[in-house]
Nanobody
Framework: QVQLLESGGGLVQAGGSLRLSCAASGRMASIVALGWYRQAAGKQRELVATITPVGRMNYADSVKGRFTISRDNAKNTVYLQMNSLKPEDTAVYYC??????????WGQGTQVTVSS
């Protein structure tokens, strides 16, 4: 079992930046990827970015070049640096930990609102 605690959401104007953090605890040795997903009102949850323990990253096309995922293995923390934010980035952002038996753990979510 892995516990995830997100922070860093908020309200920002279009073109601005935010940095999300997710502190993980628990059975970290079983985790094969940490990542961020988002869910906008009335839409399905979608992948934003993932990163493996060795630093292999994957991004949704909609955020490539604007968002950067990183992790600090010593702190068991994953970050999402979001630049050039757009109103369509408005969503609840969830931290995710995916383990080696196909089980996902989720954080409680943090709201990101981008005003035009």
């Amino acid at each position: 079992q892995v516990q995830l605690l997100e922070s860093g959401g908020g309200l920002v104007q279009a073109g601005g930046s935010l940095r999300l953090s997710c502190a993980a605890s628990g059975r970290m040795a079983s985790i094969v990827a940490l990542g961020w997903y988002r869910q906008a009102a009335g839409k399905q949850r979608e992948l934003v970015a993932t990163i493996t323990p060795v630093g292999r990253m994957n991004y949704a096309d909609s955020v490539k070049g604007r968002f950067t995922i990183s992790r600090d293995n010593a702190k068991n923390t994953v970050y999402l640096q979001m630049n050039s934010l757009k109103p369509e980035d408005t969503a609840v952002y969830y931290c995710n930990a995916f383990n080696n038996i196909g089980f996902s753990s989720w954080g409680q979510g943090t709201q990101v609102t981008v005003s035009s």
